[in-house]
């Protein structure tokens, strides 16, 4: 996978609470069937109508996620008014249901909440040492089978700290990824590598082998992650039921897909 980062522009949906210093009330994100911090009964104040910037940064991927793979992310307020910001977010796939992990690189300044109504929905958020700061970082790891496209809720307070309702901001946004589907992934297997024998039944060699490659994964036909094999040439599959699988190779530039079955 081709190393970068984005700024999800409409991608996460985080909450800033200053009356909720030690992290926002769950379910503030402004995703489906929830409503956001800046609701009347707390900062009560429309979103996107201060002049601070909400963004969130990935690293590793562009436009879409690979089965069980950790992606860094990175989530930032610019330009804010005050010192007493937090965050909440939550990512979630197209039937609306909880996608993903959460791993968190700094507990002191953030925390997991599990949904009270919506149960199954994981959430992060800041702790009262997290809200005076504007940078949030953490880690998402995808789902281990493809839920169609994931998207980052997040709404975000910067707040003027006078106690009050009054004076603050809210901003909010979300953004989506689609799955690294089998059928995608094929389409950039431009070089010609051969793979032998196919069918095979202990091990698979790879012939004609870019020398740029870093790393293989095995996919099945539901473009489940089946294994990360061994940096070599040749790849066991002696473990494998029989069937059709997909060979993923990556290189420093792209993605090389080559299939084989196993007998």
Request: with cysteine; aromatic share 8%.
């Amino acid at each position: 996978m081709k190393k970068g980062i984005i700024t999800l522009a409409g991608g996460v949906l985080f909450a800033l609470l200053v009356g909720f210093s030690s992290g926002g009330q769950v379910q503030s994100t402004g995703a489906p069937d929830e409503q956001t911090c800046g609701n009347s009964s707390c900062h009560n104040v429309d979103p996107n109508t201060g002049s601070a910037m909400l963004k969130l940064e990935l690293t590793g991927t562009t436009e879409t996620y690979e089965a069980d793979a950790t992606y860094s992310l990175k989530v930032s307020l610019e330009d804010v008014q005050a010192a007493k910001n937090g965050f909440q977010i939550v990512a979630l796939d197209e039937a609306n249901n909880n996608a993903g992990t959460w791993t968190l690189t700094d507990t002191d300044a953030m925390k997991e909440l599990a949904g009270n109504i919506l149960a199954d929905r994981k959430y992060v958020t800041h702790t009262s040492n997290g809200n005076a700061q504007a940078e949030w970082s953490l880690d998402w790891t995808a789902p281990s089978s493809d839920v169609g496209a994931v998207t980052f809720y997040v709404s975000a307070i910067d707040a003027d700290g006078n106690g009050a309702k009054s004076g603050d901001n809210l901003y909010t946004t979300s953004s989506s990824l689609s799955f690294a589907t089998v059928s995608g992934l094929e389409s950039l297997a431009a070089r010609q590598i051969a793979l032998y024998p196919n069918p095979a039944s202990d091990y698979i060699y790879i012939e004609n082998m870019p020398q740029d490659v870093i790393g293989f994964r095995i996919y099945d036909v539901q473009g489940k992650l089946i294994q990360q094999p061994a940096f070599l040439n040749k790849v066991d599959v002696s473990q494998l039921q029989e069937g059709l699988y997909f060979l993923q190779l990556q290189t420093k530039e792209e993605l090389l897909t080559k299939q084989f079955l196993v007998h």
